[in-house]
């Protein structure tokens, strides 16, 4: 079932307050998004528990009702040192 | 057995595993596909199992990584990601590595 991309967003920043969330849609179906979503509360995480955040933000609807998020996680870093 | 044991057995006796949807020579998914290219590029001998053929499997796998996507690999027993880290890792040389440790 299409969801929208203002929806992923919403619900990542609600579980991940410092989130930068960008979403493409993939297709144009509203089913198939890439994300990319830095956070300072990834630091010394390894992938997998970042993705495992995200998925948990969520909340189970990865593998359902969204079919398919092309996930990629980054902790921000400094642009000017 | 249950679910959860089959694939504790199937990792266990495969040092590079892909649960995927579909086969190695054709796969039913953009990201399975992209897994099968990725391990294929790094020449690597892995097993596959299709989890299309096996509804317990299918549903297990999420539960067995706390993963709720497929495609899944396991290089000797270890949860390594989907093809996005896969992706990721082949991109920065991490996943050539860590499969000549498996070879």
């Known amino acids: ?81 | 057995m249950s679910a959860h044991d089959r694939i504790a057995e199937l990792v266990k006796n495969n040092d590079i595993v892909l649960f995927m949807k579909g086969t190695a020579l054709f796969p039913q998914c953009g990201f399975s596909s992209r897994a099968i290219a990725i391990l294929d590029r790094l020449e690597a001998k892995y097993e596959t199992v299709d989890v299309l053929q096996d509804p317990e499997i299918r549903q297990g796998i999420k539960e067995y990584s706390e993963w709720p996507t497929i495609p899944q690999l396991y290089v000797r027993g270890e949860f390594v990601g989907g093809s996005d880290i896969m992706m990721e890792m082949f991109e920065s040389g991490e996943l050539q590595e860590l499969l000549a440790q498996a070879a």
């Open chain 1, 1 to 81: 079932m299409p969801m929208a991309a203002s929806e992923i967003e919403r619900l990542i920043k609600e579980a991940i307050p410092d989130a930068d969330v960008s979403i493409r849609d993939l297709a144009g179906d509203g089913d198939h998004y890439a994300a990319r979503v830095e956070s300072k509360s990834f630091a010394g995480m390894s992938r997998i528990k970042q993705h495992q955040a995200v998925y948990a933000a969520l909340g189970g609807r990865v593998g359902g009702e969204l079919h398919a998020l092309q996930l990629e996680t980054a902790v921000p870093q400094p642009e000017n040192i």
